[in-house]
């Protein structure tokens, strides 16, 4: 992986690394055997950092440039190596290269789904997945946070933890934005943008950023997909009863000729249902009688309440008893406000003149 080119006899006269793994995070230069010799060239190229540990203090970052091991650039390395002005001594230190480029294409999910309150659906159960990209900030904080000794430290060793964060931090947005399931996928790039900026402020204890994080798709379960697809297919055919005569029209067309026998036998089965209702008819093709007549139910006011339902049955025993009068208010289903009984036509014959005592009393 890294590159050494051996000057000087035993001294390392050259430091640089190049990645060809592409998921390489960080990588340590072996110190083992080998010491640095005092104004070694350090090579570090764009998108990467290296840094230097000394008896397990962090030390010296370098950014991309070319750089010679000296005291006047290696600030804190002189200080914890107690150079004297003009000491040319060999020193022992670990030095890790950082990747400080964009790993990107990163894939996040929903393991398990989110339960959402939606104003037309009520609750439901979300999931959703995507991509995102992340990115080191900070090599010396990075290192320290997260890397540790490690030698070599790939994102795979960390792409768990942040997806686990990003899942997190998606559940609570998508459940507190108040964003109805149908306009969801109008507003997954704001949706991606707010979550990245929530995982901002607990990925930066890292050393890490995410510039990028994408939501694909946010899916609904199989059974309330079913249940939409249904609602789409109702809205688009519209009225049913004219949808069903054009698609009869439509099988009957299609058969052409070579149904004739089966159009025949329909026709048959059309005239013998036809016959069959002219039956009903009667000899002389009258009508069949109207329906009886829907018995009316009534409601009675009695000291500002309102009591019933009441049939009329019921009306009429209460007048025997005295506890429906003339002067009692009355209404029924379709009735234009409150009326007396004795004007309602249906109940003024209940109140009928009492026939005179019986003779020889």
Same mark, same amino acid.
């Given at each position: ?23 390489? !995070? ?11 010799? &005092? ?15 000394? =008896? ?10 070319? &750089? ?5 650039? !290696? ?34 999910g929903t393991?398990?789904? %989110?339960? %959402? ?6 609750p ?7 991509t995102? #990209? ?11 946070e ?6 070599e ?19 609570r ?22 979550? #990245? =900026? ?7 204890e &890292? ?22 697809d ?37 026709g ?5 249902? !036809?016959?069959?209702q002219?039956a ?6 009258a009508?069949?009688p ?19 339902? &009441? ?5 009429g025993? !209460? ?5 429906? /009068? ?5 209404? /029924? ?7 007396? #009984? ?10 009928? %003149? ?8």
């Amino acid at each position: 992986m890294g590159i050494f080119d051996f000057l000087s006899g035993e001294f390392i006269d050259v430091i640089h690394w190049t990645d060809s793994t592409r998921d390489t !995070m960080v990588w340590r230069f072996e110190r083992e055997g080998h010491e640095i010799k &005092y104004g070694a060239k350090l090579t570090v190229r764009e998108g990467q950092a290296a840094v230097f540990v000394h =008896e397990g203090q962090l030390a010296d970052v370098f950014t991309p440039g070319l &750089y010679f091991l000296e005291t006047n650039n !290696m600030p804190i390395m002189t200080t914890l190596q107690h150079w004297d002005h003009g000491f040319r001594s060999p020193f022992k230190s670990e030095i890790y290269y950082v990747n400080t480029t964009r790993f990107t294409n990163l894939k996040w999910g929903t393991k398990n789904p %989110v339960i %959402v309150r939606d104003p037309e659906f009520g609750p439901t159960r979300l999931r959703a997945f995507g991509t995102y #990209a992340v990115k080191v900030t900070d090599p010396s904080l990075f290192l320290r946070e997260i890397v540790g000794t490690d030698g070599e430290f790939t994102m795979d060793e960390i792409s768990y933890q942040i997806r686990n964060i990003i899942v997190q931090e998606f559940s609570r947005v998508i459940a507190s934005a108040g964003i109805p399931v149908l306009d969801m996928a109008a507003n997954t790039k704001d949706l991606g943008r707010i979550v #990245a =900026e929530a995982i901002s402020a607990n990925v930066t204890e &890292y050393g890490l950023t995410i510039p990028e994080l994408y939501v694909e798709n946010i899916s609904l379960p199989p059974a309330v997909e079913d249940a939409l697809d249904k609602r789409t297919s109702m809205g688009v055919v519209g009225d049913l009863d004219r949808y069903t005569q054009y698609s009869t029209a439509e099988a009957l067309q299609a058969g052409g000729e070579a149904s004739s026998g089966l159009s025949a036998g329909m026709g048959a089965g059309m005239g013998m249902a !036809m016959g069959a209702q002219m039956a009903q008819r009667g000899p002389w093709g009258a009508s069949p009688p109207p329906p009886p007549p829907v018995e009316h139910v009534w409601h009675v006011a009695e000291n500002g309440e309102t009591k019933g339902p &009441y049939s009329k049955a019921a009306l009429g025993r !209460m007048a025997t008893e005295g506890a429906l /009068t003339r002067e009692t208010f009355v209404w /029924t289903p379709g009735q234009d406000g409150w009326m007396k #009984a004795e004007d309602v036509n249906e109940l003024a014959q209940l109140f009928t %003149v009492l026939p005179p005592p019986p003779p020889g009393t």
